[in-house]
């Protein structure tokens, strides 16, 4: 007897098709002596797999087949992770032994008590209206099973969903803890499931399925509130506007400033004054975050722009990715939201010098000897630094002598390919003991919400300023003369590159936008200018 059930496996945030096979021979001779196998290239979560379903099979009353038992996960030639593929082995041998299956009886081995279907569903909280027996073959399943029988959540929910709406399954069975996330994906039945018995009950007809509900995105993403108010920082009325020509143009900032100025702060502060998620950029991230097992139990969509701060002894396989099975690191943890990374010049050269290719390309490939991956990794990177390993600014000769050596730490591609460098001061005694002052995150939002809204209307794409190449820059961000001989000096007397020259032109075209000034003048060019304060200095 062979019964086949669909499942998926995950190839970074992708899910593709796994088939489970399972194979019974009862005319097997001596079967106690023959241990259940399981083949196709399985892990050892996956190995262990036979002894929590034995157990589980057990706790809910069903007996474990005799005979030779052998189960394939195919394609035989992809290695298989995790323990998802509990819930589809345990189904395929009740569905061997007719306990469930499209022309098997319609009942369910339930314990003596809840002998009663109606009783049983009323337990789990629903009323009994038979249904009829659904068909598992038009099903993807997954789901890790205590020794009990309860069925765990599991990673990559959403990338199960897509997957089965893209190959026209009818739906998916999972754990109910994931059907929330599943189901933000519509078009399909998302079918939760708490236990083995009550999966065994939906799909032979004696059990209500609970089928979750498409979320609604859009209302959940406008409810969404900012972390932090920028009112909160006192001072630095300087990088708060910094701050939001980042915003309103994508761009990649840099703050350089003694200790205790605020710096962490305000980053964390930023994605309030950043738009709002869309429903598409919310599905991406979430989707991300699904299939690294970092949503909260019942939690079905990430509704703000995430902000990841890595501690700067994280490796490069933590922040890019990576792994003998690929995983997302925190730069595409941070996809359309920040990267926060604090001490920058204390990172280790390495991990810094792996940014250079996502900040261009706004994705990561991980290579492997069976393949590439790439993983999305549109993110803004806002770093922050003390100008002296003691954390206070240099004042003499010696110091500013280990001024030089700190920022040496930063190589010049680096920075080139941040948009802003901006000093963030010590804040005077008298401004920290009055009353908070100073711009709001609502008066930032404003501003920077009606620069996106003229690059949307100019660009007719949601493509923010910081992405424009430079032969859109030479029809959509024209400078006049007085401003065209300022960026030729600043290019001579500072020495600057030809990434700096785009990226000065695409922040000048950025305060423009946000001046509401269709040409790019001289006072936006000089502003622009003043934001390569490391230029001069390294």
């Given amino acids: 007897m062979i019964a086949r059930i669909q499942s998926y496996l995950l190839t970074g945030i992708d899910a593709q098709g796994c088939e489970i096979e399972v194979a019974i021979d009862p005319t097997d001779e001596q079967p106690e002596k023959v241990r259940p196998s399981i083949v196709g290239l399985p892990d050892s979560a996956v190995k262990e797999s036979l002894d929590r379903v034995r157990a589980a099979l057990t706790a809910c009353g069903y007996n474990f087949p005799g005979g030779r038992v052998v189960i394939n996960l195919a394609p035989a030639d992809v290695r298989k992770e995790g323990p998802v593929y509990d819930l589809p082995v345990a189904l395929g041998m009740l569905s061997c032994l007719a306990i469930v299956g499209r022309e098997s009886k319609p009942r369910t081995v339930v314990p003596k008590e809840l002998q009663d279907s109606a009783a049983f569903a009323k337990l789990e909280g629903r009323e009994h209206t038979p249904h009829g027996p659904l068909d598992l073959r038009k099903f993807l399943v997954a789901g890790e099973l205590a020794l009990d029988g309860r069925i765990r959540p599991i990673k990559g929910a959403i990338a199960l969903a897509a997957l089965a709406k893209s190959q026209g399954c009818a739906g998916i069975i999972l754990p109910a803890e994931n059907a929330t996330e599943a189901a933000i994906v519509g078009g399909i039945d998302v079918i939760g499931v708490r236990t083995l018995t009550e999966t065994v009950g939906v799909l032979n007809g004696v059990i209500e399925p609970n089928v979750a509900p498409a979320p609604d995105a859009l209302s959940m993403l406008t409810t969404a509130a900012p972390p932090i108010d920028f009112l909160e920082v006192r001072g630095q009325e300087g990088v708060k506007r910094a701050m939001m020509i980042a915003a309103?143009?994508?761009?990649?900032?840099?703050?350089?400033?003694?200790?205790?100025?605020?710096?962490?702060?305000?980053?964390?502060?930023?994605?309030?004054?950043?738009?709002?998620?869309?429903?598409?950029?919310?599905?991406?991230?979430?989707?991300?975050?699904?299939?690294?097992?970092?949503?909260?139990?019942?939690?079905?969509?990430?509704?703000?722009?995430?902000?990841?701060?890595?501690?700067?002894?994280?490796?490069?396989?933590?922040?890019?990715?990576?792994?003998?099975?690929?995983?997302?690191?925190?730069?595409?943890?941070?996809?359309?939201?920040?990267?926060?990374?604090?001490?920058?010049?204390?990172?280790?050269?390495?991990?810094l010098e792996t940014l250079r290719q996502p900040l261009e390309d706004h994705v990561v490939t991980i290579a492997r000897a069976s393949g590439s991956l790439k993983f999305p990794a549109s993110f803004m990177l806002v770093a922050a630094m003390n100008p002296t390993p003691k954390g206070d600014m240099a004042t003499d000769g010696i110091s500013k002598a280990a001024m030089e050596r700190y920022l040496s730490k930063l190589s010049g591609p680096l920075l080139d390919r941040i948009d802003l460098h901006v000093e963030a001061p010590a804040v005077p005694w008298k401004e920290l003991s009055k009353a908070p002052t100073g711009t709001s995150t609502k008066e930032m939002r404003e501003i920077v919400l009606k620069a996106r809204t003229?690059?949307?209307?100019?660009?007719?794409?949601?493509?923010?300023?910081?992405?424009?190449?430079?032969?859109?820059?030479?029809?959509?961000?024209?400078?006049?003369?007085?401003?065209?001989t300022l960026l030729g000096q600043a290019m001579t007397e500072m020495g600057l590159s030809a990434r700096a020259y785009d990226k000065i032109r695409r922040v000048a075209r950025t305060i423009a936008d946000m001046d509401g000034s269709d040409r790019v003048e001289m006072a936006h060019v000089s502003e622009a200018v003043q934001y390569r304060l490391l230029d001069r200095k390294v």
């Fill in 248 to 351: 309103a143009g994508s761009h990649n900032l840099l703050m350089l400033g003694p200790a205790g100025t605020g710096k962490t702060m305000m980053a964390k502060a930023l994605p309030g004054i950043l738009p709002p998620l869309t429903p598409e950029e919310a599905i991406d991230i979430t989707r991300i975050y699904s299939s690294a097992g970092m949503l909260d139990p019942g939690q079905g969509l990430v509704t703000t722009r995430p902000v990841r701060t890595p501690h700067h002894t994280a490796s490069a396989q933590a922040i890019v990715g990576g792994g003998a099975i690929p995983r997302p690191g925190e730069i595409s943890l941070a996809h359309h939201g920040v990267l926060f990374l604090d001490e920058l010049p204390e990172f280790p050269r390495v991990v």
């Fill in 454 to 484: 003229v690059q949307h209307t100019r660009q007719g794409v949601l493509t923010p300023n910081a992405r424009l190449s430079g032969k859109q820059l030479d029809v959509l961000a024209v400078l006049d003369d007085d401003a065209r």
